[in-house]
Nanobody, 121 residues
């Protein structure tokens, strides 16, 4: 089994910064793409940013230039640095990782439990 444990959420004023972390543990042979999604009340979950095993990154237009995704493969951890936060960034942020358990298994998608980010105006 695999667990994704997120940390770093909280309450911040508009214009402030937060850094989210997500560490994967358990039966891991390799980790493919890792990403961050968010879901605001009454809205669908949306992709915020992703990073491939080769460090190719993607950021949604709504956060480009403010958020940066990175990963530490030695620690099986993905980070999301969030700067210049806006009230519309308020949401529960979820970590996702596509993980291969061994050389014979396929890739499976795992989710973290979510961490609340609240930006006050």
């Amino acid at each position: 089994q695999v667990q994704l444990v997120e940390s770093g959420g909280g309450l911040v004023q508009a214009g402030g910064s937060l850094r989210l972390s997500c560490a994967a543990s358990g039966s891991i042979f390799s980790i493919n793409t890792m990403g961050w999604y968010r879901q605001a009340p009454g809205k669908q979950r949306e992709l915020v940013a992703s990073i491939s095993s080769g460090d190719t990154t993607f950021c949604a237009d709504s956060v480009a230039g403010r958020f940066t995704i990175s990963r530490d493969n030695a620690k099986n951890t993905v980070y999301l640095q969030m700067n210049s936060l806006k009230p519309e960034d308020t949401a529960v942020y979820y970590c996702n990782a596509r993980i291969q358990h061994d050389t014979r298994s396929g890739v499976r998608s795992y989710w973290g439990q979510g961490t609340q980010v609240t930006v006050s105006s």
